[in-house]
């Protein structure tokens, strides 16, 4: 009977400790989701497509990190409700170009973009009641002024030219805006003629609407975003991303990586956070041959004959998007650097496949040589720090490029790494 009872004891105190496990684990489980929900709960609503720019989430990328021995964040700017780090910039600039009254309400805000400015853009002015017109070479994805029209803009497709060509799609889109505003002083005048309240398009120029058919409804005047010079691009990262890596980071950050196109994001970052402790380390990430990484290396660009627009041919040759241009931008020239490395293309690719497989983080080009970067800094400071790094977009708009095999071939890019050999780790 005893080994019954004793069998009988354990029974009735192994259900007894069952019982109130479950209990507890309902009673934690009931409490944490009721507080998940009450949280959520308590986070208002956004104001419009607006305010739902920016506050993007800091990830750890968990496999870049245990192979490093540091901590890599990636700040999740895919999130973003236009898809990239741009919506930032084209948020702050129509912001302050409206308030210094350079663009009208109702006005159009001009860009020369091929890529994500230009959709940010386009996702952006509708919401202040603006218009969009963008100029992209005409070797530019289909896809992409397919997107840019399905978001309302007008768009342009131009001969690609050299920067220093009148005709170069930057240009031609400063000379819209310019063309809008004399439209609508001309619309203006008429209208002050007549003494009637007439439509806008009354004014327009015969000539000019039908050279550019585009400027048709843009009679309140124009206004030229120019993400490369205009500052407001380094203020969007200097005013909001880098203040949210600071507190996302508990001011416990070594580093920050980036590489540059118009040079707003590392510039914006870079000050923010070396005011906030001269000991964080900023570096520039960049295809090989960009004029940039021999700015911060060595102090110099190029030579004279090297400079953009005075060579037939690109200098050097990337797949990747976004990044690695030969000028030296106002944006760019605002950049507090402590150093910079190369990244391949060779590394993007593999870098892309690597964390797809990995963490299921699904990045552009851009935010692939980001993760490079942030690798190369890893190993340049030694297990132990805190590195952080932009995720500018997803790979969505990279399907025709960046991942599709066939192209990757015919450049000898194909993926082959089964971990991370090609930033020599183990
Ligand atoms: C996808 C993408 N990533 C990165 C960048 C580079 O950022 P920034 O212009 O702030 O240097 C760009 C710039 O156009 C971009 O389009």
Redesign the pocket.
């Known amino acids: 009977m005893a080994p019954v009872r004793t069998t009988g004891a354990i029974v009735a105190s192994t259900a007894a400790i069952s019982i109130s496990m479950a209990i507890f684990s309902y009673f934690l489980f009931f409490k944490k989701t009721n507080s998940t929900l009450h949280s959520n709960k308590k986070k208002k609503p956004r104001n419009g497509v607006v305010d739902a720019i920016g506050n993007t989430p800091l990830i750890r990328i968990n496999s870049l990190s245990e192979a490093t021995g540091c901590e890599i964040l990636g700040k999740c700017e895919f999130l973003n409700p236009g898809g990239?780090?741009?919506d930032r910039?084209a948020l702050k600039v129509i912001e302050e170009a409206l308030e210094s009254g350079d663009l009208a309400p109702g006005g159009v805000v001009t860009e020369g973009?091929a890529?994500?400015?230009a959709i940010s853009l386009a996702t952006v002015a509708p919401a202040f009641g603006c218009k969009c017109h963008v100029v992209i070479p005409d070797d530019a994805a289909i896809e992409k002024s397919q997107i840019l029209e399905a978001l309302g803009a007008t768009v342009e497709r131009v001969r690609p030219v050299s920067i220093t060509h009148k005709d170069h799609f930057v240009n031609i889109a400063r000379r819209r805006a310019l063309e809008a505003n004399e439209l609508a002083a001309k619309d203006k005048k008429v209208s002050q003629v007549d003494g009637k309240d007439r439509e806008p398009m009354d004014g327009c120029v015969p000539d000019q609407e039908k050279e550019n058919p585009a400027l048709l409804s843009h009679c309140n005047g124009g206004f030229f975003a120019d993400?490369?010079e205009n500052l407001a691009?380094f203020r969007a990262?200097y005013e909001g991303t880098g203040p949210e890596i600071w507190e996302q980071t508990d001011g416990n950050v070594d580093a920050f990586v980036?590489?540059?196109?118009?040079?707003?994001?590392?510039?914006?970052v870079s000050t923010f956070l070396q005011e906030k402790s001269p000991k964080i380390k900023c570096f520039l990430i960049n295809p090989p041959g960009s004029g940039l990484f021999n700015k911060v290396t060595r102090g110099v660009m190029y030579t004279k004959e090297e400079a953009e627009g005075r060579r037939l041919k690109n200098p050097f040759d990337t797949i990747?998007?976004?990044?690695g241009i030969n000028r030296l931008t106002k944006?760019?020239m605002m950049a507090k650097l402590d150093g910079a490395f190369q990244g391949t293309d060779k590394e993007a690719v593999e870098m892309s496949r690597f964390l797809l497989k990995n963490d299921g983080v699904f990045l552009?080009?851009?935010?692939a040589m980001?993760c490079v970067g942030a690798v190369r800094v890893a190993k340049a400071l030694g297990p132990g720090h805190t590195i952080v790094t932009?995720l500018?977009?997803n790979g969505m708009?990279h399907l025709s490029k960046f991942y599709d095999p066939k192209y990757l071939a015919q450049y000898g890019l194909t993926p082959t790494a089964t971990g991370l050999e090609f930033m020599s780790i183990k």
Not at 320 to 323: A, D, V
Request: with cysteine.
């Open positions: 990239s780090v741009k910039v973009s890529g994500s400015t993400q490369f691009n990262h980036a590489a540059a196109g118009t040079g707003g994001t590392v510039a914006g990747t998007e976004g990044i944006n760019f552009g080009s851009s935010s980001n932009i500018c977009d708009r």
